[in-house]
């Protein structure tokens, strides 16, 4: 008998984790992990020179945080079903008190509150958190009420939804908030949505982004600036442009690059710009199709998924991961208003780079041959 059929037959918790994890989900992962750690050390350096800080800072910050994302991602992904919506219920319901807490006692950051300090530990950002336990747990409200038409799922719902998105915009952190109430809208459409509920909700949808271009300058000032570059402050975004033409199609080679030394979010929101740069639009097709590989594989893995639950939440955390990259790529662009959205796995952050491993471990885990670990012995 040979080792691999040894190793099919090992009954261990990490011999199931093999052999029922999605591999190419997990190569697509480490591949933009390693495309992180290539651009953190292209655009930091000028960054941490910037705020008079050593030339590593930030790339050795976003290196310590990669074991703890791995061990998280991989902690996660062994995870049942049963035991995801467990952690995801418990996650959600501390995120939205930290939020709170944010909310009362975080500092105020250029116009936003959205980083709790927890003493010895590094600052928080509980929104990003809060993310993917949302995704889930709605997920689970929207199923339950399918299964129990006693239970008021729906209802449930959307008084998360509401609660959520009040919290949020009292931040306020607009582009955060959308991401949610779309992710929420398509669990609730593929859950069975009434037809009448999908026009109201597309009308509420346009109402509110209407209501927060007169409500909130910021979101005023940005949308301005998109449509009109001569009304406002556009120096970012020009760089951004300018950094794309000047890389061409295969860049100006590593650590070339002259914009991210006048970039100031070059190492955060406009990394794609760092990657158009120096490694060229090669590179920037090559996530693009990595961010679109992961989310189109986590949606074939559910077509013929009976559990609904598994279907709902599997579809509203590729739908969030494929959203959040779609708007951080789209700004860097001028395709989009600009928006402070980090690019998964790729922008520098650890409160972003650790809730995106809570996320992808999740998807992973709902994702894993579940009859295989069944076979053997789940």
């Known amino acids: 008998m040979n080792a691999r059929t040894l190793t099919r037959l090992d009954t261990s918790t990490v011999g199931r984790w093999w052999w029922t994890i999605d591999k190419w989900m997990l190569a697509a992962v480490a591949s933009l992990l390693t495309i992180?750690?290539?651009?953190?050390?292209?655009?930091?350096?000028?960054?941490?020179?910037?705020?008079?800080?050593?030339?590593?800072h930030f790339v050795r910050k976003q290196a310590l945080f990669m074991p703890l994302v791995i061990f998280v991602m991989f902690t996660?992904?062994?995870?049942?079903?049963?035991?995801?919506?467990r952690v995801a219920a418990i996650g959600f319901a501390v995120m939205l008190l930290l939020m709170i807490a944010t909310l009362l006692l975080g500092d105020d950051i250029n116009g936003a509150r959205r980083w709790i300090d927890l003493g010895p530990l590094p600052a928080l950002q509980p929104s990003e958190f809060?993310?993917?336990?949302?995704?889930?747990?709605?997920?689970?409200?929207?199923?339950?009420?399918r299964?129990?038409?006693?239970?008021?799922?729906?209802?449930?719902?959307?008084?998360?939804?509401?609660f959520t998105t009040i919290l949020l915009l009292s931040q306020p952190d607009i582009g955060m908030t959308l991401v949610v109430t779309a992710v929420w809208c398509a669990q609730f459409f593929v859950a069975g949505l009434p037809i009448i509920w999908v026009i109201l909700f597309v009308v509420s949808g346009l109402g509110a982004v209407v209501g927060a271009y007169f409500t909130f300058p910021h979101v005023a000032s940005r949308v301005d600036r998109f449509l009109d570059p001569s009304s406002g402050d556009t120096y970012q975004v020009t760089q951004a442009m300018r950094a794309f033409q000047q890389g061409g199609w295969f860049g100006r080679g590593p650590g070339e690059g002259r914009v991210k030394e006048a970039l100031p979010d070059a190492h955060t929101d406009f990394i794609f710009a760092v990657a158009g740069e120096?490694?060229?639009?090669?590179?920037?097709?090559?996530?693009?199709?990595?961010?679109?590989?992961l989310v189109i594989r986590a949606l074939m893995k559910v077509t013929r998924e009976e559990n609904l639950f598994v279907l709902l939440a599997v579809?509203?955390?590729?739908?969030?991961?494929?959203?959040?990259?779609?708007?951080?790529?789209?700004?860097?662009?001028?395709?989009?208003?600009?928006?402070?959205?980090?690019?998964?796995?790729?922008?520098?952050?650890?409160?972003s780079l650790l809730a995106l491993g809570v996320g992808m471990g999740m998807l992973l885990a709902l994702t894993r041959r579940r009859r295989d670990m069944e076979g053997l012995g789940s």
Request: hydrophobic content about 60%; overall charge neutral; proline content about 5%.
């Open 76 to 85: 996660v992904s062994l995870l049942s079903a049963a035991w995801i919506r």
């Open 147 to 162: 299964m129990r038409e006693d239970f008021p799922g729906n209802l449930v719902a959307v008084i998360l939804l509401l």
């Open 130 to 145: 809060m993310k993917p336990f949302f995704a889930v747990v709605t997920a689970w409200m929207f199923a339950e009420q």
């Open 315 to 351: 579809g509203g955390l590729a739908v969030q991961f494929g959203l959040q990259a779609m708007i951080n790529m789209a700004s860097s662009l001028h395709m989009m208003p600009t928006k402070g959205m980090t690019l998964p796995f790729i922008s520098y952050g650890g409160s």
């Open 36 to 56: 992180g750690i290539l651009l953190t050390l292209a655009a930091g350096p000028p960054a941490a020179e910037r705020i008079g800080v050593d030339a590593f």
């Open 278 to 293: 120096e490694f060229g639009v090669f590179l920037c097709l090559l996530v693009v199709a990595l961010f679109a590989f």
